[in-house]
């Protein structure tokens, strides 16, 4: 049973909002890819956080037509071969990050009760509660100190 159907099955979460959640799925990915893939330019040393922030605001003025790791190679700044690897580990750290999070919901969802207080039902939507009217958020690249994956977002 997936998380989305726990939650439908409890009740605690809204049908409509799990199919906006769904829908926006895809989209969030890709930004939280973009996102990852730009701390991975500035953490190896491929790009300066100016010039991703650049390369951001050049792909928001085409429609994100094209996205980070295009422009860093069109520019020079990265090869084939390295953008593959740099891929690679971007698609590995997200994956390991989603996991972690789907299993921190999981654990949410299995410990409350079969009946729970308006309250928890309220607290428990805003979580999943998408707001189509808000921005997403700009991309802050800056050093970090570890190898570790980017936090969940």
């Known amino acids: ?17 799990i199919a906006r959640v769904r829908e926006a799925t895809p989209r969030v990915q890709h930004l939280e890819g973009e ?3 730009a701390r991975l330019a500035v ?19 085409a429609g994100f037509a094209e ?30 990050a989603r996991a972690r999070r789907e299993h921190a919901l999981c654990e949410l969802v299995s410990s409350l009760a079969p009946r729970f207080s308006p309250e ?6 805003a979580v999943f509660e998408i707001d189509e009217t808000s921005r997403p958020a700009p991309i802050v690249v800056g050093p970090r100190s570890s190898a570790e994956p980017p936090p969940p977002s």
């Not at 049973?1 to 909002?17: C, D, F, G, K, N």
């Not at 928890?120 to 939507?125: A, C, N, S, V």
Request: glycine fraction near 6%; hydrophobic fraction near 40%.
């Open 1 to 17: 049973m997936s998380l989305a159907e726990a939650l439908e099955r409890r009740a605690a979460v809204p049908q409509e909002t």
């Open 67 to 96: 996205g980070i790791g295009v422009l860093l190679q069109r520019r020079g700044l990265l090869a084939e071969e390295r953008a593959r690897q740099l891929f690679q580990t971007r698609q590995v750290a997200l994956a390991e």
């Open 43 to 61: 953490d190896e040393g491929i790009a300066t956080p100016d010039v991703v922030r650049e390369l951001v605001e050049e792909s928001k003025r």
């Open 35 to 37: 996102k990852a893939l």
């Open 120 to 125: 928890e039902k309220t607290r428990l939507g």
